[in-house]
């Protein structure tokens, strides 16, 4: 499966395709694609970005990613050396265009409206991915099967939102290059002070287009969205390195007084950087 910027054009005549990445890092350029994606983290860890909202990813984490919705992984090498994750893509057409709808599979209904704004499964995980494990030794009639087994366990598991606002257009390639770019300036920066007039530069706009652009497609200020990327690196600097002291995490992601780290720390997490710590 060729992976181009929002765009992953579909293998001929493949109504399920089971796909193994095993890289280094995974493909980090922000992207999306007509399929619903269902992965399992075999290795790994990192961000991900998924619609409006960033979040982390690990080990063993079994993630649902549904068709057009903008995403990435930033694989953190300093966490895990090797990343390797199972992945089946499909849609909800693959098999004819009644298939889901039929009685019999009125359950997985559920299953297609959670995947809008992708889904992380908290429970039953070890079930799945015992199913997962199976895919790398079966036929494509079995495959299959396999695919109805996990949707079903999914269906019956605890998830939660990977976001909570998708942009409903499907993104031109121009799109997909100027958000790609504004993101990645974002996560490859976020420890250093960036002002409207330089990220604004990189999405080639004027200030004031840009604030509309990027607000009508995250349905957030850009200045919310690299909060929410400074918090989530800060959470892995707490998790990681707990010799750090907080006031120097607070540093290292970007925010120019602890006070104000604080502040927004709770607001995102319900708790204080140390409250958080003392939890996990």
């Known amino acids: 499966m060729k992976v181009l910027p929002f765009k992953i054009p579909?293998?001929?005549?493949?109504?399920?395709?089971?796909?193994?990445?095993?890289?280094?890092?995974?493909?980090?350029?922000?992207?999306?694609?007509?399929?619903?994606?269902?992965?399992?983290?075999?290795?790994?860890?990192?961000?991900?970005?998924?619609?409006?909202?960033?979040?982390?990813?690990?080990?063993?984490d079994i993630l649902v990613i549904g068709g057009y919705v903008p995403h990435a992984f930033k694989s953190d090498v300093s966490f895990s050396p090797k990343s390797l994750m199972y992945t089946l893509f499909f849609d909800i057409n693959s098999f004819?265009?009644?298939?889901?709808?039929?009685?019999?599979?009125?359950?997985t209904k559920e299953f297609f409206k959670k995947s809008e704004l992708g889904m992380r499964v908290i429970s039953n995980k070890d079930i799945i991915i015992g199913e997962f494990n199976k895919l790398k030794t079966q036929n494509k009639i079995e495959q299959i099967a396999t695919l109805l087994v996990i949707i079903n366990r999914i269906t019956q598991s605890q998830t939660t939102p990977l976001s909570s606002f998708v942009y409903r257009k499907?993104?031109?390639?121009?799109?997909?290059?100027?958000?790609n770019d504004v993101f990645k300036y974002a996560m490859d920066r976020y420890h250093e002070p960036i002002s409207l007039d330089e990220i604004a530069d990189v999405a080639n706009m004027s200030k004031n287009a840009f604030c509309r652009y990027f607000k009508k497609r995250t349905n957030k200020t850009f200045f919310q969205f690299l909060i929410e990327i400074r918090i989530e690196n800060a959470c892995k600097l707490i998790l990681g390195s707990p010799e750090l002291a907080i006031s120097l995490i607070s540093d290292q992601c970007g925010f120019n007084n602890i006070a104000n780290f604080n502040r927004k720390f709770k607001e995102l997490k319900g708790c204080s950087p140390t409250q958080f710590r003392a939890q996990f």
Not at 96 to 107: E, M
Not at 170 to 179: A, H, I, N, V, Y
Request: zero cysteines; aromatic letters at 10%; charged letters at 35%.
């Open 10 to 60: 579909k293998p001929k005549d493949e109504a399920l395709v089971y796909q193994v990445d095993r890289e280094r890092v995974f493909y980090d350029q922000l992207h999306q694609h007509a399929e619903i994606q269902i992965s399992y983290i075999a290795k790994g860890a990192g961000s991900l970005i998924v619609g409006d909202s960033i979040s982390d990813y690990k080990e063993g």
């Open 96 to 107: 004819g265009k009644d298939f889901f709808r039929i009685t019999d599979l009125a359950s």
């Open 170 to 179: 499907s993104f031109s390639d121009d799109e997909g290059k100027r958000m």
